[in-house]
């Protein structure tokens, strides 16, 4: 069983910068790969980012890249989002994601937190 909880949403203007953390739990964290989902009002759940297990490889929709670093530290439990340059467009409820497969689907994940918020302004 693995359970995660983001944290670290928020208000931001246009150009600015979030990092978003999900911290984990349960002993077989570090065997899943992790990423992160964003949904939009009115949109569906998209896929954003993700990492493998190792953290050795790494995803990115072509919406946030250049734009969006994931990371993680398998120590700690914890997975990191550093969002930069941030646009209107990206305002939605981030999803923690935990699965068997780096590159990830919603239909694929084992484990979602509950969301964080964030919400970028003009």
């Known amino acids: 069983q693995v359970q995660l909880v983001e944290s670290g949403g928020g208000l931001v203007q246009a150009g600015g910068s979030l990092r978003l953390s999900c911290a984990g739990s349960?002993?077989?964290?570090?065997?899943?790969?992790m990423g992160w989902f964003r949904q939009a009002p009115g949109k569906e759940r998209e896929f954003v980012v993700s990492?493998?297990?190792?953290?050795?490889?790494?995803y990115y929709a072509d919406s946030v890249k250049g734009r969006f670093t994931i990371s993680r530290d398998n120590a700690k439990k914890m997975v990191y989002l550093q969002m930069n340059s941030l646009k209107t467009e990206d305002t939605a409820v981030y999803y923690c994601?935990?699965?068997?497969?780096?590159?990830?689907?919603?239909?694929?994940?084992?484990?979602w937190g509950k969301g964080t918020l964030v919400t970028v302004s003009s």
């Open positions: 990492i493998s297990a190792s953290g050795g490889s790494t």
């Open positions: 994601a935990a699965g068997a497969l780096a590159t990830m689907t919603p239909g694929g994940i084992n484990y």
């Open positions: 349960g002993r077989t964290f570090s065997s899943y790969a």
